[in-house]
């Protein structure tokens, strides 16, 4: 049984960081795929980043891009998403998921419930 859980989201004032956190249980871990995506109400899922094992992270929406970073512990099976210069636009709800490949969320068949983040 595969589960993906995240927190550390939460509401912050523009300029200011977050770290989010994807605990990873019932997966190989260490040799997945795992990505970050949102979602804003009326709208898709979108990606953010991902990572490979072995190799960097790979930015998929420039928005983002030198703002936000990707990271695992292999050790405690757990993804980070390190947000940082956060402004209103970055309010969403935001998901890990792992198993998939490239941008779109319907190729990625475990995905985490979701934390809200709320930027004023």
């Known amino acids: 049984h595969v589960q993906l859980v995240e927190s550390g989201g939460g509401a912050v004032q523009g300029g200011g960081s977050l770290r989010l956190s994807c605990k990873v249980s019932?997966?190989?871990?260490?040799?997945?795929?795992m990505a970050w995506f949102r979602q804003v109400p009326g709208r898709q899922r979108e990606a953010l980043l991902s990572t490979f094992p072995g190799g960097p992270y790979t930015t998929y929406d420039a928005r983002v891009r030198g703002r936000f970073a990707i990271s695992k512990d292999n050790d405690k099976n757990t993804l980070y998403l390190q947000m940082n210069s956060l402004n209103a636009e970055d309010t969403a709800v935001y998901y890990c998921?792992?198993?998939?490949?490239?941008?779109?969320?319907?190729?990625?068949?475990?995905w985490g419930q979701g934390t809200q983040v709320t930027v004023s």
């Open positions: 019932g997966y190989t871990y260490s040799t997945a795929c």
């Open positions: 998921t792992a198993g998939g490949i490239g941008l779109d969320s319907r190729g990625y068949p475990y």
